[in-house]
């Protein structure tokens, strides 16, 4: 539990005059589910895509596992043990669910027999078994959800980074993807979310962080972070009355 | 019934798996017994050219149907295979067989350097830049006598020297050879596909094409396995271009590297079924003896009539059968084997 696998030092990020991320620094626990919340364009996105390796920060550094990942690109960063879902997930349509899956194991292996027998067993684990022949572009919303996760578990990864799970889904989905994103956890693979959810943050995180304007504002237990003043002003702006306050 | 169902699982799902390799056999052993049967030189040399057809299209579908990348420059590596092979016969003495191979490693270089900058391009993007390589390479050749003391004529074009009936020349005096050379080039390319398509690398393809960010967080380097896939087809396409000089013994810069080749290639593979093993064959199939006909029946009269119908054979694909050609035949084929199984 205390072995530390992401280390964020001083990251910034300038988009022209604009600071998107303003020298953010935090760390993760090794099987640790840590929340990633703030409002609308506080660079929770930002951050995410620079540990992604999507987006090249313009200072500070990312290690992961003891290693530094600072502006690798991506496919290096999946091949170092990080895997990513998209907040729009992006099947590749026409391929099927379990072809979806074997682009995953490929990172890893060639073996293709081996490949599918590993994606199939993710496909099971996910709930996803019967409709491993189907076409990706014909899944629910809520599947290809599904697929991206399983996709993601099929680089067999270290550490998860999702963009918004449950964006878009009913409350009885939000509710089987925290299961989903709880079983993963057991698997022993530490995961990183952001989300605006608080529902779901809260249920799910170990430990949260809170981002606004670029910064960091706060850290710490969920119910003990969401009651600071300085979150509830970030969410609610400064002349908030707390219900019950 | 359901207990008959249950049994049937297993085989129909087994027979499935096979049945593409199976296809590819019967066509390439039926293919096989042809000559024996036509001995009409017109109707030989023909089906000659559908089989030429038929391996440049899939050729240009190793690369451009997996990545779903529309190349319209692909004449450009069927020139440098011809003229490569050639140069080297006549002015070295080597053998076309061991020129074609360096026409196809210098074609393969050439699909490297043109796509280390171009594989960013999306859309008409990456097809104009493509068909600006293209023409640019034949301007140039068609414009040069000579460079550097090697003689490559311009638009006169380069004359195979007659050596008679010589394998090593890659010279015959009849049909037959050649017909067996292409029937082996396209059972090669064939294979080839069919072995790409369950391999890491169209995988990685695929996935690029389906989603290039998505790929790339799932570990694909997309300039990397692009960059192999197009040096394959470049190869490939190359070596066509030398069998092309051989067959003809007479190559210039406007039949074997323009425009017209490139849009050949990748029409027949687009209404076949680009991104399949079996599309472009299919399509070249249906398209090479249109255009034949077309130009048989009007002569020198009505000269790019054959265009005109490839452009009717590609509306009407694009609107009935926009996965090409082979679509409904495939989903025939599904029928009479999950039939077969029981």
Redesign the interface.
Known sequence: MSEEILRVEGLSKWFGGLQAVKDVSFSMHRGEILGLIGPNGAGKTTAFNMIAGFLKPSAGSVHFAGRDMTGRKPWDVCKAGVARTFQLSKPFGDMTVIDNLMVGGFARHTDRSRNRDRALEVADFLGLGPLVETEAQNLTAFDRRRLELARALCTEPELLLMDEVVAGATPSEAEEMVKLVRKVRDRGVSILIVEHVMKVIMSLSDRVIVFDHGELIAEGEPAAVVSRPEVLKAYFGENHDIPGA | MNRFAALDKTPQARGLRLTQTHVLLVIVAGLAFVPLVVTDSFTLHSIIMILFFAYMATSWNLVCGYVGQLSLGHAMFNGVGGYVSVLMFTQLGLSPWLGMLFGGLLAMVLAVLIGLPTFRLKGPYFTLTMIAFAEIVRIWVENTNDFAGIPLKGAEGLIVPNRGDDFWAFQFSGKVPYYYIILTFLALALAATAWME???LG??L??I???R?????????PTRYTSIAFALSAFMTAIGGSFYAQFFRYINPERSMGLELSIDMAVMAIIGGQGTVLGPLLGAAILTPIAELARGAFGGGLLGLHLVVYGFALMACVLYFPKGAIDPLRKIFRKIAGGGAK
């Open positions: 369950r391999s890491k995988f990685c695929k996935a094409r389906g989603d960010d998505a790929a790339e967080a799932l570990g694909v380097n």
